[in-house]
């Protein structure tokens, strides 16, 4: 990504979903770390070290989406006279509750929006911080990157071949419960010998729809 960021920087929002529903997925089989992520109704959210340096990204039907978060370190929007006006432009349908709550509580440095088979932002936004939170799901070798981060792997090229097949599997939706345990196994055999740990995994690539025959949370549409 490029600094500062700009809307043709980010992928089809499909595959950002997928990258980072990977990293959920791997992320609710381990303990607490530094980037935490989690899954609720409004999307996938990654909160990043201690700093307020997080990212949320949002499904909507029909192809929209929107990213949204705030780096304190690198973004110059907080520092501006009064709150930017980062939601100008952006379609009522995608302007949800907890998008206004986080843009009424300063929480927000970064808001684009995918609409019309493209990515949008507000006009006048200069660096907003998107390139560095969102950098682990910028390509899919990115993402397989951070999943194996200090593993410690005595087979590293198996272990790349796991979650490589896994995100090219989710990306074309035919993904099954036996390759995300399979993924597990091969990364860490004590998270693959853990019924516990495998089945968090699993309920998370249930709730991000990476599974194939499953569905990613939308907004605007009503829960099942």
């Not at 997928?18 to 992320?27: D, I, P, S």
């Not at 300063?106 to 088979?117: E, I, K, R």
């Not at 507000?122 to 194996?148: C, F, I, M």
């Amino acid at each position: 990504m490029t600094r500062p960021g700009h809307p043709e920087d980010l992928d089809d929002p499909r595959l950002l979903w997928t990258r980072a529903a990977v990293l959920a997925v791997c992320g609710a089989a381990e303990p607490k770390s530094s980037s935490e992520l989690t899954v609720d109704d409004d999307g996938i959210r990654a909160d990043i070290g201690d700093a307020p340096r997080w990212w949320r990204l949002t499904l909507a039907p029909d192809g929209e989406a929107v990213v949204s978060g705030q780096d304190t370190d690198r973004d110059d929007t907080h520092r501006t006279d009064g709150p930017a006006p980062l939601l100008e432009g952006l379609p009522d349908r995608l302007n949800w509750t907890r998008l206004r709550e986080d843009m009424e509580r300063g929480a927000l440095g970064f808001v684009y929006w995918h609409a019309d088979g493209t990515w949008h932002r507000a006009d006048g936004v200069e660096d907003d911080g998107l390139d560095g939170p969102l950098e682990h799901v910028s390509d899919d070798a990115k993402t397989t990157a951070r999943v194996l981060l200090d593993k410690g792997l005595d087979d590293a090229v198996n272990a790349e071949r796991a979650v490589a097949d896994v995100l090219r599997k989710a990306h074309e939706n035919t993904l099954r419960p036996a390759d995300v345990t399979a993924m597990l196994g091969v990364i860490d055999p004590e998270i693959g010998a853990d019924a516990a740990r495998t089945k968090a995994a699993l309920d998370a690539a249930v709730r991000t729809g990476l599974l194939a025959g499953t569905k990613p949370p939308l907004i605007g549409e009503p829960s099942e």
